[in-house]
């Protein structure tokens, strides 16, 4: 409908997840009338993320070196790993400032119907970082729905031959949630009331 | 929160129209997870359009070159131009095959509550099109908001001391709302049903 390059741009857009065609287009005529420069600028920040954000080596954050700023961090304690699904569930805990240990990023959680199963996920190198028996506590923080508890009910079932304690997020996170859209406050109670996971 | 060049990203797509930061946040992971293939052409489209899209000299439409598609079409007819606020209008009309005539794009609406008077539009060059007596029917195709109707209103006092007929997209556009937004056979049935703006 439109000159090529201009539909061109909607196309690519509309891929994006949540935008769809009015929103793509919206946005296209905005770049449109922008500043040349913002849109350079935007431009670059898209390559750049995929030339230099990798995934961290240790616990599967996003990196820009071979190990996260979290992992590099020599103040953060060694004893106490907590599991998450996300990279952004990382972002969302730290900003609770409720907790001071490290962190592993399965990648995802347990999902039959997606076809994800534990290999699917960063399960091998959580077990290899337990092997070593500096880690006192796994504090396991998927979503608290369907998958998520899953994985959690999966992971504490594995871990517990090794003796380590294995807690669960305290409820206060709305059940068949995204932990990444809890706020500050319910976050950081669900931190302080986390529960043994007996299984 | 992110490793900088992830947060550079999260920012630059925030500053999008209708995308928050949950959104942004939600697109850079699909990015960072994107095969870097696809989001190369996407940067690109961003910059191409940056490149080759200008306005077209005589109507004001998107156009790769001097002028747009439409104004470069022999077989449009010269007698009839359709005044429409935004490219994104002259999209609209074409969906529904009902024009074949020629379009001028304001570039907006008469709005002095955003400071948008009848100078910040693409008047003077309208009224310099009709000079030459070629044109027989002016139709304004403006938003039927209040914004639109002012400018319609503008338009119609204007143009009434050449004597070219002055029509108005019938009602059945939904009032208050957006020309882009209407359906194909609605935004037709408005062609068909034009009247005459007498003021």
Redesign the interface.
């Known amino acids: ?6 539909q ?2 909607i196309d ?2 509309g ?5 769809g065609p ?2 793509a ?8 009338g ?1 500043d ?1 420069v ?13 030339e ?2 990798h995934f961290c080596r240790i616990c599967g954050n ?3 070196e071979d190990e ?2 979290i992992c590099r961090d020599p103040r953060r304690d060694d004893q106490v790993i907590c599991v998450v699904e ?3 569930d990382v ?1 969302a805990i ?2 609770t400032r409720e907790f001071r240990g490290r962190y592993h990023v399965l990648g995802g959680a347990i999902s039959p119907i997606d076809g994800i199963g534990p290999d699917d996920l960063r399960i091998r190198e959580l077990m290899a970082r337990l092997a070593d028996g500096q880690v006192n506590e796994l504090i396991l923080a998927t979503d608290p729905n369907l998958e998520g508890e899953a994985t959690a009910t999966y992971l504490a079932r594995l871990v517990k031959p090794l003796g380590i304690k294995v807690t669960r997020l305290a409820s206060g996170l709305p059940v068949g949630g995204d932990l ?2 809890a706020d500050e406050v319910t976050l950081g109670r669900a931190f302080e009331g986390r529960r043994l996971l007996d299984v």
Do not use: W
């Not at 409908?1 to 201009?6: A, N, T």
């Open positions: 409908m439109y000159e090529g390059v201009l061109n741009l690519e857009l891929r994006l997840p949540g935008i009015k929103s287009q919206r946005i296209a005529f905005h770049i449109l922008a040349p913002d849109v350079k600028r935007l431009a670059q920040a898209l390559l750049e993320v995929k230099k954000i996003v990196a820009t996260c700023l996300e990279p952004k972002v730290e900003r990444e859209y």
